[in-house]
Antibody, heavy 118, light 110 residues
Framework: EVHLLESGEGLVQPGGSLRLSCAAS????????MTWVRQAPGKGLEWLSL????????YYANSVKGRFTISRDNSKNTLYLQMSSLRAEDTAIYYC???????????WGQGTLVTVSS | QTVVTQEPSFSVSPGGTVTLTCGLS?????????PSWYQQTPGQAPRTLIY???TRSSGVPDRFSGSILGNKAALTITGAQADDESDYYC??????????FGGGTKLTVL
């Protein structure tokens, strides 16, 4: 069964940093691009970043460019999101998802909560 | 900054048909935007319904269908059921590796 499990949930002060992880299982992780999407409380989904299957190419939404870094370790079947210079508006549930060759985000992890507050 | 537009809310009667749309702030949606649709109920992760404009994801009932209508992507629910009451999000590929989600449509079945 294809499964994604995010971790790294936490409370961080404004200006701080946090790293999220997404452990993948049940599929050939190194063959697929991966993405991060977030959802602020009571708000809609926001696409954040995508990384190619081999990590060579990365893409970011303007809202996080320069502050967030997506990476992956294919030997560990794990995706990462390094977040820095965090702001209150970064408070959200963060989801990872696989992007397949049909340009579908599926499956999704269950999400991990990041709270930015003093 | 590309904006993807969706109706904030919609209502449909049980058994009725509803079409939700997904547009671009500048320009028309085409199959090259690989429109996809996701359903989300409170407290749950999104579930993929439709991808690449009109392909149903595995296990999705055939009452859900996707298309391009005019200059927008569309999700049509035919024979709406009570458990279709959810938030629906579209996502569009806008080029250069960038995806954008719409603001979502809250669908009420009553």
């Amino acid at each position: 069964e294809v499964h994604l499990l995010e971790s790294g949930e936490g409370l961080v002060q404004p200006g701080g940093s946090l790293r999220l992880s997404c452990a993948a299982s049940g599929f050939s992780f190194s063959s697929h691009a991966m993405t991060w999407v977030r959802q602020a409380p009571g708000k809609g989904l926001e696409w954040l970043s995508l990384i190619s299957h081999d990590g060579a190419d990365t893409y970011y939404a303007n809202s996080v460019k320069g502050r967030f870094t997506i990476s992956r370790d294919n030997s560990k079947n794990t995706l990462y999101l390094q977040m820095s210079s965090l702001r209150a508006e970064d408070t959200a549930i963060y989801y990872c998802a696989k992007e397949d060759s049909a340009h579908r985000f599926d499956p999704w992890g269950q999400g991990t909560l990041v709270t930015v507050s003093s | 900054q590309t904006v993807v537009t969706q109706e904030p809310s919609f209502s449909v009667s049980p058994g009725g048909t509803v079409t939700l749309t997904c547009g671009l702030s500048a320009g028309s949606v085409s199959t090259s935007n690989y429109p996809s649709w996701y359903q989300q109920t409170p407290g749950q992760a999104p579930r993929t319904l439709i991808y690449s404009t009109n392909t149903r994801s595995s296990g999705v009932p055939d009452r859900f269908s996707g298309s391009i209508l005019g200059n927008k992507a569309a999700l049509t629910i035919t024979g709406a059921q009570a458990d279709d009451e959810s938030d629906y999000y579209c996502a569009l590929y806008v080029g250069l590796g960038i995806w954008v989600f719409g603001g979502g449509t809250k669908l009420t079945v009553l």
